[in-house]
């Protein structure tokens, strides 16, 4: 069984910060990639940020400059710093993770939290 655990979120101000985070436990063999995305109601769902296990990341354009992911493949962690936010980064949050598990002879899955809200906005 795996686990995907999502912190932070919350209100904040136009220009603002917001910092959020995510865990990833259970069977784990190994995590590939994991990062976020986002959707808001009657929107698709997009990809905020990703990151590899070797460190290659990947910003939606809408983020550069703005947003920084980091991953600890010790502890199977992520967070995502949000700088500048905007109105539009208003957003339900989702954090995902590409696993191999220990539990049988499956390949890699993706599994999901339940996501976290942030919204921006004075």
């Known amino acids: 069984q795996v686990q995907v655990e999502e912190s932070g979120g919350g209100l904040v101000l136009p220009g603002g910060s917001l910092r959020i985070s995510c865990v990833v436990s259970?069977?784990?063999?190994?995590?590939?990639?994991m990062g976020w995305y986002r959707q808001a109601p009657e929107n698709q769902r997009e990809l905020v940020a990703k990151?590899?296990?070797?460190?290659?990341?990947t910003y939606a354009d809408s983020v550069k400059g703005r947003f920084t992911i980091t991953r600890h493949n010790a502890e199977n962690t992520v967070s995502l710093q949000m700088d500048m936010l905007k109105p539009e980064d208003t957003n339900n949050y989702l954090c995902?993770?590409?696993?191999?598990?220990?539990?049988?002879?499956?390949?890699?899955?993706?599994?999901w939290g339940k996501g976290i809200l942030v919204t921006v906005s004075s």
């Open positions: 259970g069977s784990i063999f190994r995590v590939n990639d």
């Open positions: 995902y993770a590409v696993v191999v598990s220990n539990t049988g002879s499956l390949g890699a899955t993706t599994y």
């Open positions: 990151v590899s296990r070797g460190g290659s990341i």
